[in-house]
């Protein structure tokens, strides 16, 4: 499978003092969900070892709807790459609107506890192929420059 979505309502237990729901918990849900994906995709344990910057672009509130969507955007030899987006709004009006978004690099395991070889995945459609070269290229970024 080379996409999850999680669904939900905001429960009380996710809501600050404020009334908004906290970052942390929209990070574990980012977290929850990559990881989901990729243990279906590896079909085995999985370790989280890469997420790129967090840009919360709303706010969530209690009895808001949460859809947490992660999709593979391209495969290493023992990692996957994995787009993940959080949307959500009032589940009254069916309006869910982007609240944040993040690339979650993930490393298959094997019974041991060592990276272990995964199925490549190749994008087919326009969306996923766009995916797959803003991942790309995001996380090529983030790693250091060889030493010369």
Aim: proline fraction near 4%; charge should be negative.
């Amino acid at each position: 499978m080379s996409s999850t979505t999680l669904r939900f309502l905001v429960e009380q237990s996710a809501v600050g003092p404020g009334g908004d729901v906290h970052g942390g918990t929209v990070m574990k849900w980012i977290d929850d969900a990559g990881h989901a994906c990729a243990t279906a995709w590896s079909r085995g344990r999985c370790r989280t070892v890469y997420v790129s910057s967090i840009r919360f672009q709303r706010t969530l509130k209690l009895g808001d709807m949460v859809e947490v969507r992660a999709r593979l955007a391209f495969t290493g030899e023992t990692n996957m790459n994995i787009g993940v987006e959080v949307r959500g709004g009032d589940v009254t009006d069916g309006r869910m609107e982007k609240i944040a978004e993040c690339l979650v690099v993930m490393i298959a395991l094997d019974t041991e506890g060592r990276p272990m070889l995964v199925n490549s995945w190749t994008p087919e459609t326009p969306g996923e192929m766009a995916l797959a070269s803003s991942a790309r290229a995001q996380f090529e970024s983030t790693r250091p420059a060889p030493l010369e």
